[in-house]
């Protein structure tokens, strides 16, 4: 099973680790004020957007645990569970966009 390390995370951000998935980003915290800076950071050194107050809403940012599961089509894919009773469990924040 893949677990949360330099060939899952796309980068850390204010020492958050962020994990671009296909859905959107995920920030390997429960911190919402750590969370909204290191995926604003992320944006901007990814692709110099912006995230604007106006356009999301970091409030929206759902809270969970998420492990990686590996998959047929691909190298692995972030799944979330409701609690952390499972080897390879983190933290986590996503906001899909």
Request: aromatic share 14%.
């Amino acid at each position: 099973m893949p677990v949360l390390d330099e060939n899952t995370m796309s980068g850390t951000f204010y020492g958050v680790h962020v994990i671009d998935d296909e859905s959107g980003a995920i920030a390997a915290t429960h911190d919402r004020r750590k969370a909204t800076a290191a995926l604003r950071a992320y944006y901007q050194f990814t692709d110099g957007s912006s995230l604007l107050a106006g356009e999301f809403d970091f409030a929206d940012l759902t809270r969970g645990w998420g492990w990686f599961e590996e998959r047929a089509d691909g190298p692995w894919h972030f799944c979330s569970v409701d609690r952390p009773d499972r080897p390879g469990v983190f933290p986590a924040l996503w906001l899909c966009i």
